[in-house]
């Protein structure tokens, strides 16, 4: 029997009727720490707000919720950074079954990264939930 530990806030969703404690609440968690990393603060309302209504989430820019105290980031670090913010986004998919595996997240960290489809200044949170292609 797995007991649940942990912070609240970092735990997904699903845990609190289900009880079940599984690798897809790690993935979710690390989804939550990899968007507190981007943003530079626990990112509990934005992940309200796009779970709610992941269309909406094509109305916020990727560099708006990046951490104000840090530059934005430069030509060679912007690929770097809408990977993981896509990866914290697949993370934190509100069905457990479409979450990927940390495996997943760990090839898809350690692979070269492709061309950005357009600017970064204008890559909205929308176009980065696309949870099958991790690395496009």
Do not use: W
Request: net charge neutral; hydrophobic share 40%.
């Amino acid at each position: 029997m797995h007991s649940m530990s942990g912070t609240f806030g970092y735990a997904a969703p699903e845990l609190a009727y289900t009880m079940q404690v599984n690798e897809k609440l790690d993935v979710y968690s690390f989804g939550v720490l990899m968007l507190e990393v981007l943003m530079g603060k626990h990112p509990g309302d934005l992940i309200t707000y796009v779970s709610a209504s992941p269309v909406t989430a094509h109305d916020i820019l990727l560099k708006d919720i990046l951490d104000s105290r840090l530059p934005i980031p430069r030509t060679r670090m912007e690929k770097e950074v809408v990977l993981v913010a896509k990866l914290a986004l697949a993370c934190l998919h509100t069905s457990p079954q479409s979450r990927p595996t940390m495996r997943q997240v760990s090839v898809a960290l350690s692979k070269q990264r492709p061309p950005l489809p357009n600017s970064f200044h204008l890559i909205s949170l929308g176009q980065l939930f696309d949870v099958n292609h991790l690395t496009s």
